[in-house]
């Protein structure tokens, strides 16, 4: 998928300059910078989830996306939080359940797992998906520092195992490093990325 | 994972709500042995053995069973009506500011006066009769659902829009659930606001159901009559919403008290 973008405003405030993104299956990037930048606007941009910018957004590969908190039905257990939203089966969904270390927790409803359990459903949700790219906003930000390190490894080893894509969202340098993303960085007023 | 402590209260059980309900026949049964004309409040007991008798003799479910179907169908449409209309109010700014004003002046017209006119513009029929009712709720139940609809989680939103979730599935499993608690509410306040408008319905142009036999005895004065129609109709209410309404509150809001 490419994004050609020329500006986006909120209101009179212009947040992003003029930049141009491309990233395909097996590609990593990651979009760094301090917060209140843009770089959740410019995610939310390539899921389709804004629409209201000069530019132009053009690929038609299948995305999920992992949100900064796991975003979960709490009325629906485990496996229907996946099937529902993927349109994947209940097989499907349970493998990739123990795929993310779940197993055993299918019929549970998101109220009854952990904070950490919650974001690794989140996870199998978006793969269960068969994303082409994955999009993660800032998705271990919340997260104490084991629990962080043990998503990313899982995310790196996931994303290795089906060759999709990602575009990862955080102001972690070093979550960057760990993905092998190639890093790019919001700055500036609008923002733009700017050269390291 | 944690352990979350079980602090909620013990349930009192019935023990209240059966003393109120005794305290309140007490009374009854004073006020009517301490009254000088017995026929303008009859004891309990000579209610329930009017009650008996109508039962025995069939008229009761007859005209029971007409006002019941009568609620049933004006409640069935009020609810299908006011949902729609609430969700596409809470969903798009243009429908709201669009509608608002005929909301609000349908909320405001007296109930006497829209049974009136669907009496004259449609005639004394089923139809006139049950719209009338419906008519009646279907403001109220709008704007318990519009509210609900306008506090509906945006991230939830986002996420059935990323996965391209079909908007069927997204209305059954995304925006129903996190309306229910509205939906019940809304269920709950209208059952008992409809069968009140129903009788009235019944009153004005119906020649059966429980609103016309109060008519009739309207005409003669009989308040031992009125109150065994009025009691044998209250207790088959009470036992909709305890049986049928309740049970399904509570499984619609089960998975907020399943937490481990």
Partial sequence: MRLDLEAKSFGPRQVLGTLTLSVTRGERLAILGPSGIGKSTLLRILAGLDRQYQGQLQGAERLAMVFQEAVLLPWRDAVANITLPTGCDATTARDWLSEVGLEGHETKFPRQLSVGQQRRLALARAFAAGPDILLMDEPFASLDAATAARMLALTDALLNRTGAGAVLVTHDPAEARTLGALALHLGGCPARFQKD | ?260
């Avoid at chain 2, 009650?51 to 409640?75: D, H, K, P, Q, Y």
């Avoid at chain 2, 809470?90 to 509608?99: K, P, Q, V």
């Avoid at chain 2, 009338?132 to 509906?152: Q, S």
């Avoid at chain 2, 709950?188 to 009153?203: D, N, P, T």
């Fill in chain 2, 1 to 260: 994972m944690t352990q979350t402590q079980n602090s909620r209260p013990s349930r009192p059980g019935l023990v209240p709500g059966v003393l109120s309900v005794l305290a309140m026949l007490v009374l009854w049964t004073l006020a009517s042995q301490l009254t000088d004309r017995p026929q303008t409040l009859p004891a309990p007991w000579e209610v329930a053995a009017r009650i008996l008798r109508l039962a025995s003799g069939g008229e009761l479910w007859l005209n029971g069973g007409m006002t019941l179907f009568r609620v049933a169908a004006s409640f069935a449409l009020a609810m299908a009506a006011g949902m729609a209309l609430g969700l596409w109010m809470g969903r798009s700014r243009a429908a709201d500011h669009w509608l608002n004003p005929g909301l609000i002046i349908l909320l405001n017209v007296p109930a006497l006066v829209v049974i009136v006119l669907c009496y004259i513009w449609i005639g004394l029929n089923e139809t006139a009769a049950i719209l009338a009712v419906a008519l009646n709720k279907i403001p109220v139940v709008t704007v318990m659902i519009r509210e609900g609809t306008r506090a509906l989680r945006p991230d939830l939103d986002d996420m059935a829009c990323v996965f391209r979730m079909s908007p069927l599935t997204r209305l059954r499993h995304i925006v129903l659930p996190q309306l229910a608690p509205h939906i019940a509410g809304a269920a709950r306040a209208g059952i008992s606001l409809i069968w009140k408008i129903v009788l009235v319905v019944e009153f004005l142009g119906r020649s059966n159901g429980v609103g016309f036999k109060i008519h009739l005895l309207f005409s003669s004065f009989d308040v031992e009559g009125v109150l065994a129609w009025a009691l044998a109709f209250v207790a088959v209410m009470l036992a909709i919403d305890l049986f049928l309404l309740r049970p399904a509150e509570r499984r619609a809001n089960r998975w907020r008290q399943d937490a481990a």
